[in-house]
């Protein structure tokens, strides 16, 4: 059992910045990978970035490199997603995940709640 609690949302400006957090909880042993998707009315989830509880495997969807960071905290069980000079095209809600392969988008099978991210013009 893992469950995944997502925090940190919110109404930004174009611009600003804001850092998500989840919360992994239970056996998070067996999901090794842990990830942030977002989706937006009308559109697919899509994925945003991943990142192996040992600090390696790390992946950022193209176009988000360089303004969006993952990190993850052991001690804490805590995954993080920095998101810098945010744009009105992030609004979506962002969904912490967990799966069982690093680096394997289509490997994430636990979810959290989803918290929304609005980014105002």
């Known amino acids: 059992q893992v469950q995944l609690v997502e925090s940190g949302g919110g109404l930004v400006q174009a611009g600003g910045s804001l850092r998500l957090s989840c919360a992994a909880s239970?056996?998070?042993?067996?999901?090794?990978?842990m990830g942030w998707f977002r989706q937006s009315p009308g559109k697919e989830r899509e994925f945003v970035a991943g990142?192996?509880?040992?600090?390696?495997?790390?992946d950022y969807a193209d176009s988000l490199k360089g303004r969006f960071t993952i990190s993850r905290d052991i001690i804490q069980n805590t995954v993080y997603l920095q998101m810098n000079n945010l744009k009105p095209e992030d609004t979506a809600v962002y969904y912490c995940?967990?799966?069982?392969?690093?680096?394997?988008?289509?490997?994430?099978?636990?979810w959290g709640q989803g918290t929304q991210v609005t980014v105002s013009s």
């Open positions: 995940a967990a799966g069982r392969i690093p680096a394997s988008r289509g490997a994430y099978d636990v």
């Open positions: 239970g056996r998070t042993f067996s999901r090794p990978a």
């Open positions: 990142i192996a509880w040992s600090g390696g495997s790390i």
